[in-house]
């Protein structure tokens, strides 16, 4: 698969302060990747350096295999860039700052008339492109600053903390709309510190802290990266020996722990096996009360790699 972003050793000071520490960073096209990280992780300062506003000190960043350093206009045309809290004139109708953009694009007067229609229609302010923007609530003014990201028609979508500030409507709303860009078949690199974020819209995570890649893969695959053994809590009626012991011999069971009525399965897989435990419970002539499958989320992940990076680092002499 083409690398819509790739970084090698990507190195960006401050003074004193490494804000970004030799950055490999790979983020296929036509996905939707996650940058995750806490606050002053250095997301903002990494998406600075790939849309040309910041120069690396070390390492090189490239943009469908263009370098992103010096003067190339041709290269950030093929980026769209919304900001960390993006702030816009509140004195302007969200059509006219569009249309202002748009002239910054060079695009002629038709090509705002056929563009700036469907824009409003895709980030759901259609019928409020007339309003001042000064009027517009949060979730509003961040949905137009997704429209100006989408003006040029770009190949790659960068936005900085996207949801950053709005109420949970708010965060639905642009999680859908971020969503409905991937469907155009925009490359999206969301930025965030939300968990729940990036797990509920991302298909690919880069974990960052300290400027440091923690880890970088599918959610699926960060979210397995470190855990432990995923359990079936079961709850059934008449559980005997023999019932255990056959769940035992199933291949994919490594242990069954008992309390009571309840079973406590440890799977060392990670596909959906619960269909055949429960075929198993049933042939052994128990009955099902409830069951439920207990893993790990990004969370966990998220915490257990930031606890591991800060014990590591302190370790250093």
Same mark, same amino acid.
């Given at each position: 698969?083409?690398?819509?972003?790739?970084?090698?050793?990507?190195?960006?000071?401050?003074?004193?302060?490494?804000?970004?520490?030799?950055?490999?960073?790979?983020?296929?096209?036509?996905?939707?990747?996650?940058?995750?990280?806490?606050?002053?992780?250095?997301?903002?300062?990494?998406?600075?350096?790939?849309?040309?506003?910041?120069?690396?000190?070390?390492?090189?960043?490239?943009?469908?295999?263009?370098?992103?350093?010096?003067?190339?206009?041709?290269?950030?045309?093929?980026?769209?860039?919304?900001?960390?809290?993006?702030?816009?004139?509140?004195? @302007? *109708? %969200?059509? &006219?700052?569009?249309? $202002?953009?748009?002239?910054?694009?060079? /695009?002629? !007067?038709?090509?705002?008339?056929? =563009?700036?229609?469907?824009?409003?229609?895709?980030?759901? @302010? *259609? %019928?409020? &492109?007339?309003?001042? $923007?000064?009027?517009?609530?949060?979730? /509003?003014? !961040?949905?137009?600053?997704?429209? =100006?990201?989408?003006?040029?028609?770009?190949?790659?979508?960068?936005?900085?903390?996207?949801?950053?500030?709005?109420?949970?409507?708010?965060?639905?709303?642009?999680?859908?709309?971020?969503?409905?860009?991937?469907?155009?078949?925009?490359?999206?690199?969301?930025?965030?510190?939300?968990?729940?974020?990036?797990?509920?819209?991302?298909?690919?995570?880069?974990?960052?802290?300290?400027?440091?890649?923690?880890?970088?893969?599918?959610?699926?695959?960060?979210?397995?990266?470190?855990?432990?053994?995923?359990?079936?809590?079961?709850?059934?009626?008449?559980?005997?020996?023999?019932?255990?012991?056959?769940?035992?011999?199933?291949?994919?069971?490594?242990?069954?722990?008992?309390?009571?009525?309840?079973?406590?399965?440890?799977?060392?897989?990670?596909?959906?096996?619960?269909?055949?435990?429960?075929?198993?419970?049933?042939?052994?002539?128990?009955?099902?009360?409830?069951?439920?499958?207990?893993?790990?989320?990004?969370?966990?992940?998220?915490?257990?790699?930031?606890?591991?990076?800060?014990?590591?680092?302190?370790?250093?002499?």
């Amino acid at each position: 698969m083409n690398s819509a972003i790739e970084t090698v050793n990507l190195t960006k000071r401050y003074g004193r302060l490494t804000a970004v520490n030799k950055l490999n960073l790979n983020v296929s096209a036509n996905t939707i990747h996650g940058f995750l990280g806490p606050n002053g992780a250095g997301k903002t300062t990494t998406i600075k350096v790939l849309v040309g506003l910041l120069r690396p000190d070390e390492g090189v960043a490239r943009i469908f295999g263009q370098e992103v350093s010096g003067d190339k206009p041709d290269v950030r045309l093929r980026i769209g860039y919304m900001p960390e809290l993006p702030k816009f004139p509140k004195h @302007l *109708k %969200g059509w &006219e700052l569009l249309d $202002i953009y748009g002239r910054m694009y060079s /695009m002629s !007067q038709q090509q705002r008339r056929d =563009q700036l229609p469907k824009l409003l229609e895709l980030v759901g @302010l *259609k %019928g409020r &492109e007339n309003d001042l $923007i000064g009027k517009y609530s949060k979730g /509003m003014q !961040q949905r137009l600053g997704i429209a =100006q990201a989408l003006l040029n028609e770009p190949e790659l979508v960068i936005l900085d903390e996207p949801s950053l500030g709005l109420d949970p409507v708010g965060m639905v709303e642009v999680r859908e709309l971020i969503t409905n860009i991937a469907k155009e078949g925009m490359t999206v690199f969301l930025s965030s510190h939300l968990l729940f974020e990036v797990q509920q819209v991302c298909s690919h995570v880069t974990i960052i802290n300290k400027g440091v890649a923690l880890v970088s893969d599918t959610i699926g695959n960060v979210e397995h990266k470190i855990r432990g053994p995923t359990t079936l809590q079961i709850e059934v009626t008449n559980l005997t020996n023999v019932l255990v012991e056959n769940l035992k011999k199933l291949p994919f069971v490594t242990d069954v722990k008992t309390e009571d009525n309840k079973l406590n399965i440890t799977l060392e897989t990670r596909e959906d096996v619960r269909p055949q435990v429960s075929e198993t419970i049933t042939k052994s002539g128990g009955t099902i009360v409830s069951m439920n499958l207990i893993g790990q989320s990004l969370e966990d992940v998220f915490v257990q790699l930031i606890g591991k990076a800060e014990e590591e680092g302190g370790r250093k002499p």
